[in-house]
C-alpha cells in the first residue's frame, strides 16, 4: 500500500522528495524557537542592565551617606573565585536610618582582587569618625542605595547574544514566510529578480544581457600591451605557496621548541626518551615540508611569467579572434603550446561531504612551436589566431553548475619540470557578428 | 472521473527554438471544475540535470488568480507569450545539462497541487563528447 505521506526520502545532498510542506514547517518552528530565545534574551538582558542602569542615572535621588566599613566580597564560581567591593553605608531619610551593604547596582563581580582592592582604595574608612560620600537611593525602595552611577557601555556587548539569535531566527522565519504555500517556479522568480536589483550587479553578466553567463569585468579591467585585453592567470601559485610557507615554519617551530625541551633534559643528565623519541619523527616531517617547499619555490621560479593577450572579450562561439603569447626566458623548451579548453564542472553534496567533478568536452591546440631557445633577458613573442568552434556550448554558470572555457599554455622543458598555465575567457552563443 | 490534467501546446507544435524568438503557446485544464481553482502559474524555465545539484532559473512567471475579469483570470484554458533569452541555451553535457520548459501549475482547494510541462529546446547547441587530446 502506497503511504499516504512522505515526510523525508533523501536521494542525494539536497535532492529530497517528500512533503514540502512539513519540511517548511519543521524549519519555521526551528527558527521561530530560535527567535523566542533571541527575544526572551533581549528582555532579560535589558532587564538586568539597561534599566536598572538607566533608574539609577534618571530615578535616583542624591544623598550622602556615612562610610562604616568596606569588604572584598567573595564568590566560588565555577573557574574559580571572583569578587567584588562592598561598602557599608549608613544614611538617614527622615527619621529612619538605613543600613546597607553597596557599591554600583550591577553589584558585578570581578575576575581579579587587585582590581577590586583598588575600587576600596578610593574609600577612606574612619571607624572612629566615618567620612561621608554622595549616595542616591531608589525612591521606590530607599534601602537601596548605591555609591557610584554611570553606565557600563561594555556591558552591552551582552545584547549581541540575543540580538544575533533575534536576526538569524527572525531571517528565517521571513524566509520561510516568503516560500510558504508557494511553488519553486515562484520563488526563483522572486529570488531572480532580487538578483537583478542587486547594486553590486554590473549588469554586463549573468541576468543582464547574458542571464548564467560568468563576469568578464575580470578580464576587461585589464588592458593589454600588445592586444586589447591581458588575461588573468587562474590558480596563481602564490596563495599556496604562502600556505606551505606559513606550514612549515609552524611545524618546524614547534619541532624546535620539543627539540630545545629535549636537548635541555639530555644535557642536565635527567633525560626524557619519550619526548625525545616523540620529536625524531616531527623533526623529520619539518625537514621533508622545508625541501618541498623549496622544491615548489623552484618550481615556480623556474618559469617567469606568461603573459596571454586576446583581440577581444567577451568572445563569441564561431568568433575569429587574435591571441599574443610573451614567454621570457631563460628556458630551454622541447614544446610550448596554447590550448583552447571547455570544461564541465558539477558541485554537489554527498552526505555532508561536498564534492565537485570536472569533465574535459574540448580540448584544442590553436598555438604551437617546437625545440625552441629562449636566453636570459629575451622573450618569445608571438601573435596567433584563435577560431572559436560555433556548434559548442557556451560559458555558463550557475551555483552547482558550471561550464567553463579557457586557454592553456603548456610548455615541456629541457631536463626540468614541464609548466602550464591556464587563463580565463568568457564565451557568449554564437552571433551574426562580423570577424574582429 | 478523469484526474485533473494540464495540456500545454506550442504554437506550430515547435519544439526548438533561437535566443531571441518568441516562444507562444496555449495549455487547457481539463477534470477540473474552475470553482475548485485557487490560483494558476505559468513559468517558462531552465533547470539543470545530471552530476551537480539542481539550478533553476524562471525567465517567465505569471500567476493568474481565481477571480477578477482581466486577462490574468484563471480560465479553463489560456495563452501565453514569451521572448526566449539569448542564455543559457539547451545543452546535452557530460555531467552538466541543461534543459528549458514551460510549466503550468494548477492550485486546487485543499492543497492540491497539478502540474503540466512541455520540454524544448532552445538553441541547436550539439551534446558534448570527452575532449580527446
Redesign the interface.
Given at each position: 500500500m502506497a503511504r499516504l505521506i512522505r515526510v523525508y526520502e533523501k536521494k542525494r545532498?539536497?535532492?529530497c522528495t517528500g512533503t514540502g510542506?512539513l519540511g517548511s514547517a519543521g524549519e519555521m518552528l526551528f527558527f521561530g524557537g530560535v527567535f523566542l530565545i533571541g527575544c526572551a534574551g533581549l528582555v532579560v538582558t535589558f532587564a538586568q542592565v539597561v534599566i536598572p542602569e538607566w533608574r539609577v542615572n534618571h530615578e535616583f535621588i542624591a544623598n550622602t551617606c556615612r562610610l562604616l566599613d568596606a569588604r572584598v566580597g567573595q564568590l566560588a564560581a565555577e573557574d574559580g573565585v571572583r569578587y567584588r567591593p562592598e561598602l557599608q553605608i549608613e544614611y538617614q531619610l527622615k527619621d529612619r536610618v538605613y543600613r546597607t551593604w553597596t557599591y554600583d547596582i550591577r553589584g558585578a563581580y570581578y575576575p581579579g582582587r587587585e582590581e577590586v582592592e583598588a575600587i576600596l582604595e578610593r574609600f577612606e574608612v574612619d571607624p572612629v569618625n566615618p567620612r561621608e560620600y554622595p549616595c542616591w537611593y531608589d525612591p521606590a525602595d530607599p534601602s537601596v542605595a548605591v555609591l557610584v552611577r554611570g553606565y557600563t557601555w561594555w556591558y552591552w556587548l551582552l545584547f549581541a547574544v540575543p540580538v544575533s539569535f533575534v536576526l538569524i531566527g527572525g531571517g528565517g522565519l521571513l524566509y520561510g514566510a516568503a516560500r510558504w504555500g508557494r511553488?519553486?517556479?515562484?520563488v526563483?522568480?522572486w529570488t531572480?529578480r532580487a538578483a537583478r536589483l542587486d547594486l553590486f550587479q554590473s549588469g554586463k553578466n549573468g541576468?543582464g544581457?547574458?542571464?548564467?553567463?560568468p563576469p568578464v569585468e575580470n578580464v576587461t579591467n585589464s588592458p593589454g600591451t600588445r592586444l586589447k585585453y591581458r588575461l588573468p592567470i587562474l590558480a596563481s601559485p602564490g596563495w599556496p605557496l604562502f600556505t606551505l610557507a606559513l606550514a612549515c615554519v609552524v611545524c618546524n617551530v614547534v619541532v624546535a621548541v620539543l627539540a630545545g625541551i629535549a636537548v635541555q633534559g639530555h644535557l642536565s643528565g635527567d633525560p626524557d626518551w619519550l619526548s625525545t623519541l616523540f620529536v625524531i619523527p616531527f623533526g623529520g616531517a619539518g625537514l621533508v615540508l622545508v625541501a618541498f617547499f623549496l622544491r615548489q619555490v623552484a618550481r615556480v621560479t623556474a618559469v617567469p611569467p606568461t603573459l596571454l593577450e586576446v583581440s577581444d572579450h567577451p568572445l563569441f562561439a564561431g568568433g575569429r579572434y587574435r591571441l599574443f603569447l610573451s614567454q621570457p626566458g631563460k628556458l630551454e623548451v622541447r614544446s610550448l603550446a596554447v590550448l583552447l579548453?571547455?570544461e564541465?564542472?558539477?558541485?554537489?553534496?554527498e552526505g555532508t561531504q561536498r564534492r565537485t567533478?570536472v569533465?574535459?568536452?574540448?580540448?584544442e591546440e590553436v598555438f604551437r612551436r617546437e625545440k625552441l631557445t629562449i636566453k636570459r633577458g629575451a622573450t618569445f613573442e608571438t601573435v596567433c589566431d584563435l577560431v572559436l568552434p560555433s556548434?559548442?556550448?557556451?560559458s555558463?554558470q550557475?551555483?552547482?553548475?558550471?561550464?567553463r572555457w579557457g586557454l592553456l599554455v603548456r610548455g615541456r622543458l629541457q631536463g626540468r619540470a614541464d609548466f602550464q598555465r591556464a587563463f580565463a575567457i568568457v564565451v557568449?552563443?554564437a552571433?551574426e557578428r562580423p570577424a574582429v | 472521473m478523469t484526474p485533473p490534467t494540464v495540456e500545454i501546446r506550442f504554437t506550430g507544435n515547435g519544439r526548438s527554438y533561437r535566443?531571441g524568438e518568441t516562444l507562444t503557446g496555449d495549455y487547457t485544464l481539463s477534470g477540473v471544475k474552475p470553482a475548485e481553482i485557487k490560483a494558476l502559474?505559468v513559468?517558462v524555465?531552465?533547470q539543470?540535470e545530471?552530476?551537480?545539484?539542481?539550478?533553476?532559473?524562471?525567465?517567465f512567471?505569471e500567476?493568474r488568480p481565481p477571480d477578477g475579469d482581466g486577462p490574468a483570470a484563471v480560465r479553463p484554458g489560456g495563452r501565453f507569450s514569451v521572448q526566449l533569452?539569448?542564455?543559457?541555451?539547451s545543452?546535452q553535457?557530460?555531467?552538466?545539462k541543461?534543459r528549458w520548459c514551460a510549466?503550468v501549475?494548477i492550485f486546487l482547494n485543499r492543497?492540491r497541487?497539478v502540474v503540466g510541462e512541455l520540454p524544448f529546446r532552445l538553441?541547436?547547441?550539439?551534446p558534448?563528447?570527452?575532449?580527446?587530446?
Open positions: 545532498g539536497h535532492r510542506k511553488s519553486a517556479e515562484r526563483a522568480a531572480g541576468d544581457e547574458y542571464p548564467a553567463t579548453v571547455c564541465e564542472e558539477a558541485r554537489y553534496r567533478e569533465r574535459r568536452v574540448h580540448e556548434a559548442v556550448m557556451h555558463f550557475a551555483p552547482n553548475n558550471e561550464v557568449y552563443p552571433v | 535566443p502559474e513559468s524555465l531552465w539543470t545530471g552530476k551537480g545539484d539542481e539550478d533553476m532559473a524562471v525567465h512567471f500567476r533569452p539569448p542564455s543559457p541555451l545543452y553535457g557530460l555531467i552538466v541543461i510549466r501549475r492543497g497541487e538553441g541547436d547547441v550539439p558534448a563528447h570527452p575532449a580527446t587530446p
